[in-house]
């Protein structure tokens, strides 16, 4: 009598796909702790970051053949990561001027969606005007701007867009410069992307703040008067956010993967920061503040 034959066992996943996504998971974690320290530039995170296509590609060639050509995927891989990162495609950038007058609204909504680059941001525009500066591109990039009127309320939204792969290449500097009204209230909404952001909001009058971060590293000053509630959601790198001195504030912090520090007169229960004359300020006097951290440090600070 024949002994039967045992069902073959199932086969093992393949040791490329076994193996690949540790060294993912690696290379993932070297760039965000290098962007978090300040190692890497604008310029060369905007370059890694536009890289994801090529990885994606190599990693599942090198799955489909088993790792048995990883070499050659990965000279292909590095050598087609360059085409990308240097030569790109799309135009080579241009200056655009923004200039939004106030019209006689006695109120302002602005939302910026940030693209690649350094941004500053700060309330001194032009007696009359919403919006005013310059927006310089980058390959692949355009600016879409769009003014509407509801009321009393004027309403700006300012949003990169991109065609095409927008990496940044030798001699390709993008930055934002802005300066917004101090004359209205504004509901501020910023959509970070990548590059180091500053916002010096000390002469602006805001009825709310959103700050939604992107890459890289973030300052933000707050006005030196309160009336308003703001969030910030944090993505990945440093990020300080300045109270003036004269501005009581309960802050409630939940951290992300990074370290917290909130520092001065702060009372502290659990994770909410309260300055000691919150609880008695009027309400045009004090704010509230939600930080939702991400990856990176979070300094809270008082400042002069």
Known sequence: MSTPTPPSPSPAPSSAARSAWPYLLIVAGVVLL???????????????????????????????????FRLQIAVVAVIAAAIWAFTGVGGTGERVEVAHPLDGARSGQVTLRLGVGDVTIDADAP????????IDTGRGETISQRLTRSGDVARLEIASQTTGPASMGPGDTRRWALSLSRAVPLDLRVHAGVGRNTLDLREATLTALSYAAGVGETTVTLPERGGYEGEFDLGVGATTVRIPEGVEARVTVRSGLGRVDVGGTFARDDDVYTTPGYASAAPDERIELTVRGGVGAVTVRRVR
């Open 127 to 134: 007696p009359g005007s919403l919006a005013d500066g310059t």
């Open 34 to 68: 290098a962007a978090n320290l300040g190692w890497l530039s604008v310029g060369l995170l905007g370059r890694l970051l536009s890289l994801w296509p090529v990885v994606l590609i190599a990693v599942g060639a090198d799955l489909l053949t088993g790792g048995r």
